[in-house]
Protein backbone atom coordinates (compact mmCIF):
# COMPACT_ATOMS: atom_id res chain seq x y z
CA UNK A 1 0.00 0.00 0.00
CA UNK A 2 1.68 3.38 -0.93
CA UNK A 3 0.97 5.94 1.52
CA UNK A 4 1.80 9.77 1.25
CA UNK A 5 4.00 10.71 4.23
CA UNK A 6 4.49 14.57 5.33
CA UNK A 7 7.47 15.27 7.16
CA UNK A 8 9.19 18.46 8.61
CA UNK A 9 13.04 19.33 7.27
CA UNK A 10 13.40 21.79 10.31
CA UNK A 11 15.21 21.44 13.72
CA UNK A 12 14.98 19.95 16.04
CA UNK A 13 13.40 17.62 14.76
CA UNK A 14 14.29 16.81 10.83
CA UNK A 15 12.40 13.36 9.94
CA UNK A 16 9.28 14.23 12.23
CA UNK A 17 6.42 12.84 10.50
CA UNK A 18 3.40 15.46 10.36
CA UNK A 19 0.56 14.05 8.17
CA UNK A 20 0.18 10.64 6.85
CA UNK A 21 -2.45 9.86 4.00
CA UNK A 22 -2.78 6.13 3.24
CA UNK A 23 -5.64 6.38 1.30
CA UNK A 24 -6.99 8.93 -1.32
CA UNK A 25 -9.73 9.06 -4.31
CA UNK A 26 -7.32 10.32 -6.36
CA UNK A 27 -3.85 8.91 -7.64
CA UNK A 28 -0.87 9.53 -4.65
CA UNK A 29 1.69 10.03 -7.43
CA UNK A 30 -1.22 12.62 -8.50
CA UNK A 31 -0.70 14.33 -4.80
CA UNK A 32 2.86 13.79 -4.74
CA UNK A 33 2.83 16.25 -7.90
CA UNK A 34 1.08 18.64 -6.42
CA UNK A 35 2.98 18.37 -2.99
CA UNK A 36 6.58 19.05 -4.58
CA UNK A 37 4.74 21.93 -6.81
CA UNK A 38 4.03 23.52 -3.31
CA UNK A 39 7.16 22.80 -2.19
CA UNK A 40 5.73 20.69 0.45
CA UNK A 41 8.51 18.28 2.02
CA UNK A 42 6.97 14.24 1.77
CA UNK A 43 7.73 10.68 0.35
CA UNK A 44 5.89 8.38 -1.09
CA UNK A 45 6.35 5.10 0.53
CA UNK A 46 5.07 1.47 0.49
CA UNK A 47 4.41 0.11 3.98
CA UNK A 48 2.37 0.53 6.97
CA UNK A 49 3.57 4.15 8.35
CA UNK A 50 2.88 4.96 12.24
CA UNK A 51 2.87 8.59 12.81
CA UNK A 52 3.91 8.89 16.21
CA UNK A 53 6.90 5.86 15.94
CA UNK A 54 8.31 6.24 12.72
CA UNK A 55 10.43 9.23 11.45
CA UNK A 56 11.44 9.64 8.09
CA UNK A 57 15.26 9.09 7.25
CA UNK A 58 15.62 12.24 5.05
CA UNK A 59 19.01 11.18 3.20
CA UNK A 60 18.02 7.93 2.49
CA UNK A 61 13.71 9.63 1.95
CA UNK A 62 12.66 5.88 3.34
CA UNK A 63 11.02 5.22 6.74
CA UNK A 64 12.29 3.74 9.70
CA UNK A 65 11.40 3.42 13.41
CA UNK A 66 12.03 6.06 15.80
CA UNK A 67 14.60 4.17 18.85
CA UNK A 68 12.50 3.60 21.55
CA UNK A 69 13.29 5.17 24.72
CA UNK A 70 13.37 2.00 27.16
CA UNK A 71 12.58 2.84 30.98
CA UNK A 72 14.21 1.01 33.89
CA UNK A 73 12.79 0.67 37.49
CA UNK A 74 9.25 0.75 37.35
CA UNK A 75 7.94 -0.59 40.37
CA UNK A 76 5.48 -3.69 39.95
CA UNK A 77 3.26 -2.17 42.29
CA UNK A 78 1.89 1.30 43.97
CA UNK A 79 4.34 3.48 45.50
CA UNK A 80 3.44 4.27 49.04
CA UNK A 81 2.60 7.65 49.72
CA UNK A 82 4.11 8.43 52.72
CA UNK A 83 7.35 10.52 51.47
CA UNK A 84 9.53 7.93 52.32
CA UNK A 85 9.15 5.35 50.00
CA UNK A 86 10.82 5.87 47.27
CA UNK A 87 11.34 4.55 43.30
CA UNK A 88 13.48 5.46 40.31
CA UNK A 89 13.31 5.58 36.71
CA UNK A 90 15.97 5.31 34.11
CA UNK A 91 15.96 6.18 30.81
CA UNK A 92 17.86 4.48 28.14
CA UNK A 93 18.21 7.15 25.85
CA UNK A 94 20.60 10.15 26.80
CA UNK A 95 20.13 13.60 27.73
CA UNK A 96 16.08 12.97 28.69
CA UNK A 97 14.02 15.22 29.98
CA UNK A 98 11.01 14.44 32.31
CA UNK A 99 7.40 15.97 32.94
CA UNK A 100 5.28 14.38 35.61
CA UNK A 101 1.58 15.42 35.48
CA UNK A 102 -0.96 14.40 37.54
CA UNK A 103 -4.86 14.85 36.97
CA UNK A 104 -3.96 16.83 33.23
CA UNK A 105 -1.38 19.36 35.64
CA UNK A 106 1.63 19.84 35.21
CA UNK A 107 3.46 18.76 38.40
CA UNK A 108 7.60 19.13 37.93
CA UNK A 109 10.07 18.24 35.24
CA UNK A 110 14.07 18.11 35.41
CA UNK A 111 16.99 17.18 32.40
CA UNK A 112 17.12 13.40 33.79
CA UNK A 113 21.05 12.48 33.82
CA UNK A 114 22.14 9.26 34.61
CA UNK A 115 21.09 9.37 38.16
CA UNK A 116 17.49 8.95 36.90
CA UNK A 117 14.42 10.79 38.40
CA UNK A 118 13.51 10.14 41.74
CA UNK A 119 9.61 10.44 42.74
CA UNK A 120 8.69 9.80 46.18
CA UNK A 121 5.28 11.58 47.39
CA UNK A 122 2.92 12.43 50.38
CA UNK A 123 -0.18 12.63 47.90
CA UNK A 124 -2.44 9.62 46.52
CA UNK A 125 -2.61 9.65 43.36
CA UNK A 126 -1.77 8.76 39.25
CA UNK A 127 1.55 10.02 38.36
CA UNK A 128 2.00 10.30 34.70
CA UNK A 129 5.84 10.27 33.83
CA UNK A 130 6.60 11.70 30.14
CA UNK A 131 10.32 11.09 29.02
CA UNK A 132 11.12 12.90 25.82
CA UNK A 133 14.72 12.41 24.75
CA UNK A 134 16.28 14.47 21.62
CA UNK A 135 14.34 13.36 18.14
CA UNK A 136 14.10 10.97 17.06
CA UNK A 137 13.90 8.94 19.93
CA UNK A 138 9.75 7.75 20.86
CA UNK A 139 8.40 9.55 23.66
CA UNK A 140 8.01 7.13 26.83
CA UNK A 141 5.31 7.81 28.97
CA UNK A 142 5.09 5.62 32.43
CA UNK A 143 2.23 5.74 35.05
CA UNK A 144 3.30 5.55 38.86
CA UNK A 145 -0.01 5.07 40.98
CA UNK A 146 1.37 6.13 44.61
CA UNK A 147 -1.40 5.05 47.93
CA UNK A 148 -1.88 5.17 50.91
CA UNK A 149 -2.57 1.53 51.22
CA UNK A 150 0.37 0.36 49.37
CA UNK B 1 -39.78 -23.26 -0.60
CA UNK B 2 -37.88 -20.83 -2.35
CA UNK B 3 -38.03 -17.37 -1.91
CA UNK B 4 -36.95 -14.41 -3.59
CA UNK B 5 -33.76 -12.66 -2.44
CA UNK B 6 -32.90 -10.71 -5.19
CA UNK B 7 -35.08 -7.22 -6.02
CA UNK B 8 -34.47 -4.69 -8.55
CA UNK B 9 -36.78 -2.43 -8.87
CA UNK B 10 -36.91 1.01 -11.02
CA UNK B 11 -39.57 4.38 -10.59
CA UNK B 12 -39.48 6.82 -7.83
CA UNK B 13 -38.48 4.02 -5.36
CA UNK B 14 -35.44 2.58 -7.76
CA UNK B 15 -33.45 0.08 -5.36
CA UNK B 16 -31.37 -3.00 -5.30
CA UNK B 17 -31.46 -5.31 -2.39
CA UNK B 18 -30.38 -8.86 -1.69
CA UNK B 19 -31.37 -10.74 1.63
CA UNK B 20 -29.97 -13.45 3.44
CA UNK B 21 -30.96 -17.19 2.06
CA UNK B 22 -34.36 -18.00 2.94
CA UNK B 23 -35.63 -14.57 3.83
CA UNK B 24 -38.55 -13.13 1.22
CA UNK B 25 -36.22 -10.22 -0.06
CA UNK B 26 -39.78 -8.28 -0.74
CA UNK B 27 -40.54 -8.29 3.26
CA UNK B 28 -36.66 -8.23 4.70
CA UNK B 29 -35.73 -5.53 7.04
CA UNK B 30 -32.33 -4.20 7.48
CA UNK B 31 -30.90 -7.23 9.50
CA UNK B 32 -32.08 -9.65 6.81
CA UNK B 33 -30.30 -7.72 4.02
CA UNK B 34 -26.67 -8.49 2.66
CA UNK B 35 -27.01 -5.75 0.18
CA UNK B 36 -29.18 -2.21 0.01
CA UNK B 37 -28.36 -0.03 -2.59
CA UNK B 38 -29.80 2.84 0.22
CA UNK B 39 -27.03 2.54 2.11
CA UNK B 40 -24.48 1.71 -0.48
CA UNK B 41 -23.35 5.50 -1.06
CA UNK B 42 -20.72 5.72 1.28
CA UNK B 43 -16.80 6.20 -0.67
CA UNK B 44 -13.90 7.20 0.78
CA UNK B 45 -12.60 10.79 -0.22
CA UNK B 46 -9.58 10.16 1.91
CA UNK B 47 -8.09 8.42 5.26
CA UNK B 48 -4.97 9.04 6.74
CA UNK B 49 -3.36 10.49 10.63
CA UNK B 50 -1.98 13.96 11.22
CA UNK B 51 -0.03 15.17 14.59
CA UNK B 52 -1.46 18.00 16.25
CA UNK B 53 -0.03 20.48 18.99
CA UNK B 54 -1.76 20.98 21.83
CA UNK B 55 -3.32 24.48 21.57
CA UNK B 56 -2.31 24.79 18.12
CA UNK B 57 -4.23 22.84 15.00
CA UNK B 58 -3.59 20.82 12.56
CA UNK B 59 -4.84 21.21 8.35
CA UNK B 60 -5.32 18.15 6.04
CA UNK B 61 -6.55 18.94 2.57
CA UNK B 62 -8.47 16.83 0.23
CA UNK B 63 -6.75 15.77 -2.87
CA UNK B 64 -9.37 17.55 -4.91
CA UNK B 65 -11.92 19.99 -4.21
CA UNK B 66 -15.66 18.05 -3.20
CA UNK B 67 -18.87 19.37 -4.44
CA UNK B 68 -20.31 18.68 -0.58
CA UNK B 69 -18.51 19.31 2.72
CA UNK B 70 -17.70 15.28 3.56
CA UNK B 71 -18.78 13.06 6.43
CA UNK B 72 -15.34 12.36 8.57
CA UNK B 73 -14.90 9.94 11.42
CA UNK B 74 -12.02 10.71 13.75
CA UNK B 75 -10.51 9.68 16.58
CA UNK B 76 -7.43 11.54 18.92
CA UNK B 77 -5.17 9.92 21.40
CA UNK B 78 -2.91 12.56 23.62
CA UNK B 79 0.46 11.87 24.17
CA UNK B 80 0.19 10.62 27.85
CA UNK B 81 -2.37 8.63 26.65
CA UNK B 82 -3.06 4.92 25.85
CA UNK B 83 -6.60 4.73 24.54
CA UNK B 84 -7.90 6.88 21.72
CA UNK B 85 -10.87 9.40 22.29
CA UNK B 86 -13.33 9.26 19.94
CA UNK B 87 -14.48 8.20 17.24
CA UNK B 88 -16.08 11.72 16.77
CA UNK B 89 -18.62 11.86 13.60
CA UNK B 90 -18.57 15.08 11.76
CA UNK B 91 -20.47 16.51 8.80
CA UNK B 92 -19.68 20.05 8.45
CA UNK B 93 -19.07 22.45 11.21
CA UNK B 94 -19.12 21.07 14.93
CA UNK B 95 -17.78 20.47 18.25
CA UNK B 96 -17.56 17.65 20.62
CA UNK B 97 -16.89 20.12 23.61
CA UNK B 98 -14.51 22.75 24.58
CA UNK B 99 -11.45 21.38 23.61
CA UNK B 100 -11.40 18.62 21.00
CA UNK B 101 -12.65 20.72 17.84
CA UNK B 102 -12.90 20.00 14.19
CA UNK B 103 -13.75 21.94 10.84
CA UNK B 104 -14.85 20.16 7.44
CA UNK B 105 -15.09 22.23 4.57
CA UNK B 106 -15.19 21.23 1.15
CA UNK B 107 -11.19 21.79 0.35
CA UNK B 108 -10.04 19.96 3.37
CA UNK B 109 -10.37 19.73 7.22
CA UNK B 110 -8.58 21.43 10.04
CA UNK B 111 -8.46 19.99 13.58
CA UNK B 112 -7.96 21.86 16.95
CA UNK B 113 -6.90 20.31 20.61
CA UNK B 114 -6.43 21.86 24.07
CA UNK B 115 -6.48 20.04 26.88
CA UNK B 116 -6.28 22.05 30.19
CA UNK B 117 -2.82 21.93 31.73
CA UNK B 118 -1.47 20.08 28.93
CA UNK B 119 1.09 21.13 26.34
CA UNK B 120 1.29 17.70 24.62
CA UNK B 121 0.53 16.48 21.86
CA UNK B 122 -1.90 14.40 20.26
CA UNK B 123 -1.97 12.01 16.85
CA UNK B 124 -5.60 12.31 15.14
CA UNK B 125 -6.93 9.49 12.70
CA UNK B 126 -9.47 10.31 10.12
CA UNK B 127 -11.61 8.90 7.41
CA UNK B 128 -13.43 11.42 5.30
CA UNK B 129 -16.48 9.95 2.99
CA UNK B 130 -18.08 11.55 0.00
CA UNK B 131 -20.84 13.70 0.88
CA UNK B 132 -23.70 13.43 -2.02
CA UNK B 133 -25.94 16.33 -0.30
CA UNK B 134 -24.99 19.71 1.27
CA UNK B 135 -25.10 19.65 5.18
Known sequence: ?150 | MTVPRVLFQGGSGTTLRVSLPGVDVTTADIDHLVFNSSYSGLSIVQKGSVSCSVRGSAGISWSTPQEHIPWVLWRCKFSYETLYRGPYIYKGLNNTNDYIMATATTSGMSFSVYEPGVDLGCIIDYVAFKATEPP
Open chain 1, 1 to 150: MTSIVLYSKDQPNPGLIIQVVSYSENPMEEISQKLTAAGTPHILYNGDVRIASDYVDIDLEIVKPRPENVISGIPDKPLKADGVDKITLHPSAPNTHVQVYMAGTLIAEEDVGSDGLELSTQTEGTYVCIFNAPFPYQQAVVQIEASNEA
